[in-house]
């Protein structure tokens, strides 16, 4: 709260003159307004923080949700390269491209 010396050097008064009743108010008024605002600071940071743990425990679940559903799927292994009858080479899981049989230029 301003200082009486302050407040009259906002208003632009010199130190002779009083403050204007209008620019007083009662020290109850003043607590009982910090009082309010308090409570609703409070009030706001209860709210902010349940959100950051709603926030949080969602992460998490998703998270672990998502870990779960891909170690669901089991790997498969093939063994073998192979060949269609159409030429097309098929890819095993060592990585080596099996070209099959080529082809005779005449």
């Known amino acids: 709260m301003n ?7 906002s208003l632009g008064l ?3 003159n009083p403050i204007p009743a ?3 108010i009662p020290y109850f ?20 923080l349940v959100l950051l743990f709603v926030i949080f425990f969602a992460l998490v679940g ?3 949700y ?6 669901s799927y089991q ?6 390269t192979t060949q269609d009858g159409n030429g097309v080479n098929v890819i095993g899981t ?7 049989a080529k082809e005779k230029d005449s």
């Open 94 to 100: 060592s990585g080596d491209i099996d070209y099959g």
């Open 29 to 48: 008024v003043y607590q009982d307004d910090m009082n309010k605002m308090d409570q609703s600071h409070k009030r706001i940071e209860k709210w902010l």
């Open 62 to 64: 998703t998270n672990v």
């Open 3 to 9: 200082t009486d010396n302050e407040l009259k050097k």
């Open 75 to 80: 790997d498969v292994v093939v063994t073998e």
């Open 22 to 24: 209008d620019y007083k």
């Open 66 to 71: 998502w870990i779960a559903y891909e170690l």
């Open 14 to 16: 010199d130190e002779a």
